[in-house]
């Protein structure tokens, strides 16, 4: 009987160290997986900055143009209506 009590807590004691050693990789892999997504979360974070900020610097110029343009034909009107009154 003793033979039996100790095959069966070999048995055991071998199927623990059999789940401790799959839990060791399988947390070995989770971190790994964790890893690669915080990595691809920051690259696509920076991208998006990168992006927002050429998207914002596009329109700025675009409103820089744009003011500047609006600013010569202002000015030109006026020029004009300042002619026209005195013509008249």
Do not use: C, P, W
Not at 45 to 61: G, K, M
């Amino acid at each position: 009987m003793n033979g039996t009590l100790e095959q069966m807590q070999a048995s055991a004691k071998a199927a623990m160290e059999a789940n401790l050693s799959l839990a060791a990789i399988q947390f070995a892999a989770i971190e790994k997986y964790v890893q690669l997504n915080a990595d691809a979360f920051k690259t696509v974070f920076d991208h998006s900055i990168a992006y927002t900020r050429s998207l914002y610097e596009a329109a700025a110029d675009a409103d820089s143009e744009l003011l500047k343009l609006s600013e010569r034909h202002l000015a030109e009107a006026g020029k004009e209506l300042h002619k026209a009154r005195k013509a008249a």
